[in-house]
């Protein structure tokens, strides 16, 4: 990879970004198509966040992804956002133009590419239980509203969060149906329920718990961990051992920074190629 005067700047805000995968999939792609581009991690503490995004028009850079815990936070530094952004009030990539700072959402979309080509299920009439509220949450279940999924249950440990997105959902989304869910109502929903999504960032760390009781699961269920490192967090463990259907977030994050290279530079992403970097750099931190 060159690195001169015209090289162009793309990278990752977050704190702490130190598990990112991002960087390895991203250059892998610029130096396969012959790009003078660079992607590289910034890790920004909340109280100069502000200061970076605002920096990124003058340090001539083109783009960044937002990852935790600023997906929320960040849009309102933004000149604008995408339609997509505003319904999800959350953004995970920017783009820098005629220095403007524009805010796009490719989660929603990357989950669902993820979800058909990484588990051959179409979500149309599936009823889903999501567990967290937060910005990940957001992404994915308006884009699963907006796919004709059955039924939405949120659950969040902040009750209010998890019902001002069911709100939000039915109020935007027609023929939507979601609810916010309380501790008590889990075991109900999950034992009818076709697919359970955990976007929180419980399973992280190697002695999180599983962010619900295992009991709950059952074998007909497609059980997706967003998380993506490591790439069996307990829940999926749990889930495995008794023969559920299981994934993990590598492909999300696969689609939605391949939707981030063609915001940045026009091309169309090579996948495939993506793919193998993610998978060599994941070994390379687990070992």
Same mark, same amino acid.
């Given at each position: 990879?060159?690195?001169?005067?015209?090289?162009?700047?793309?990278?990752?805000?977050?704190?702490?970004?130190?598990?990112?995968?991002?960087?390895?999939?991203?250059?892998?792609?610029?130096?396969?198509?012959?790009?003078?581009?660079?992607?590289?991690?910034?890790?920004?503490?909340?109280?100069?966040?502000?200061?970076?995004?605002?920096?990124?028009?003058?340090?001539?850079?083109?783009?960044?992804?937002?990852?935790?815990?600023?997906? $929320?936070?960040?849009?309102?530094? &933004?000149? /604008?956002?995408?339609? @997509?952004? %505003?319904?999800?009030? !959350?953004?995970?990539? =920017?783009?820098?133009?005629?220095?403007?700072?524009?805010?796009?959402?490719?989660?929603?979309?990357?989950?669902?590419?993820?979800?058909?080509?990484?588990?051959?299920?179409?979500?149309?009439?599936?009823?889903?239980?999501?567990?967290?509220?937060?910005?990940?949450?957001?992404?994915?279940?308006?884009?699963?509203?907006?796919?004709?999924?059955?039924?939405?249950?949120?659950?969040?440990?902040?009750?209010?969060?998890?019902?001002?997105?069911?709100?939000?959902?039915?109020?935007?989304?027609? $023929?939507?149906?979601?609810?916010? &869910?309380? /501790?008590?109502?889990? @075991?109900? %929903?999950?034992?009818? !329920?076709?697919?359970? =999504?955990?976007?929180?960032?419980?399973?992280?760390?190697?002695?999180?718990?599983?962010?619900?009781?295992?009991?709950?699961?059952?074998?007909?269920?497609?059980?997706?961990?967003?998380?993506?490192?490591?790439?069996?967090?307990?829940?999926?463990?749990?889930?495995?051992?008794?023969?559920?259907?299981?994934?993990?977030?590598?492909?999300?994050?696969?689609?939605?920074?391949?939707?981030?290279?063609?915001?940045?530079?026009?091309?169309?992403?090579?996948?495939?190629?993506?793919?193998?970097?993610?998978?060599?750099?994941?070994?390379?931190?687990?070992?």
């Amino acid at each position: 990879m060159r690195i001169n005067g015209e090289t162009k700047i793309v990278g990752l805000i977050g704190y702490p970004i130190g598990h990112t995968l991002s960087p390895a999939m991203h250059n892998r792609a610029f130096e396969y198509l012959d790009l003078n581009y660079i992607y590289l991690p910034f890790p920004v503490e909340e109280n100069n966040l502000k200061g970076a995004l605002k920096a990124l028009p003058a340090l001539g850079i083109v783009g960044v992804n937002v990852t935790l815990p600023y997906k $929320e936070k960040v849009r309102e530094y &933004l000149d /604008e956002v995408t339609e @997509e952004a %505003e319904l999800t009030r !959350a953004v995970n990539t =920017i783009l820098v133009r005629d220095n403007r700072l524009i805010g796009y959402n490719t989660d929603g979309e990357g989950f669902i590419t993820s979800l058909k080509k990484g588990a051959g299920v179409d979500p149309k009439g599936k009823k889903v239980v999501i567990i967290g509220a937060g910005g990940a949450g957001r992404a994915v279940s308006i884009q699963l509203a907006k796919e004709g999924v059955k039924g939405i249950d949120l659950f969040d440990i902040i009750f209010d969060k998890a019902q001002d997105l069911a709100s939000h959902i039915e109020k935007n989304i027609p $023929e939507a149906k979601a609810t916010a &869910l309380k /501790e008590e109502g889990l @075991e109900k %929903e999950i034992k009818e !329920a076709d697919i359970l =999504i955990n976007a929180t960032p419980v399973g992280i760390k190697p002695d999180d718990p599983p962010p619900i009781d295992p009991k709950l699961l059952h074998p007909n269920l497609l059980v997706y961990d967003l998380i993506y490192n490591p790439s069996k967090t307990r829940l999926l463990s749990e889930a495995e051992e008794i023969g559920a259907k299981t994934l993990n977030g590598m492909g999300m994050l696969l689609y939605q920074g391949a939707l981030a290279f063609t915001i940045w530079t026009g091309r169309e992403a090579p996948i495939e190629v993506m793919a193998r970097a993610l998978e060599e750099e994941l070994k390379t931190q687990v070992s």
